[in-house]
């Protein structure tokens, strides 16, 4: 079971404006972030699983927005990244991104079929998520369960 979806916004306010007012989505607030070069915006919807994710990245990041508003990948957790990485790529979807080496536990690979990337998270963060983006909510299935 997947746990959000992630769009890639050039501005992040009117997405959660348009969302907001239109679908009643709540957010958290915004937060500022920084992966190696890239310094970027995020926010989660309240509400979930499954939940929203925006994020607003710079030119050349693996969120780069000047290339326009787009869906941009299904987050799911893991037990094991690398595990669940090397399945996906067994079975076709190649690795696009990887964060592990700036100590971020997940991985982006390309599901050309879809238009979009699946994450991989490793589920030792899921604490911390539910802590910040939605405090009370229940413990998320992982994706190799």
Not at 32 to 60: K, N, V
Not at 95 to 122: I, K, N, Q
Request: glycine letters at 8%.
């Amino acid at each position: 079971m997947f746990y959000h979806v992630c769009f890639v916004v050039p501005d992040i306010e009117r997405a959660m404006d348009d969302l907001s007012r239109t679908v009643r989505t709540e957010w958290s607030p915004i937060k500022e972030d920084s992966l190696g070069p890239w310094e970027y915006r995020m926010a989660f919807s309240r509400t979930g699983p499954p939940h929203f994710e925006l994020i607003q990245g710079p030119e050349g990041s693996p969120w780069d927005s000047s290339l326009g508003a787009r869906c941009d990948h299904i987050g799911f957790w893991t037990r094991s990244v690398e595990e669940s990485s090397r399945r996906l790529a067994d079975e076709g979807l190649p690795l696009e991104f990887t964060g592990c080496p700036y100590g971020r536990p997940f991985a982006y690979h390309r599901a050309d079929s879809l238009g979009v990337r699946l994450e991989m998270m490793d589920v030792s963060r899921q604490e911390a998520f539910l802590k910040q983006w939605n405090p009370g909510g229940e413990p998320m299935p992982v994706f190799d369960s």
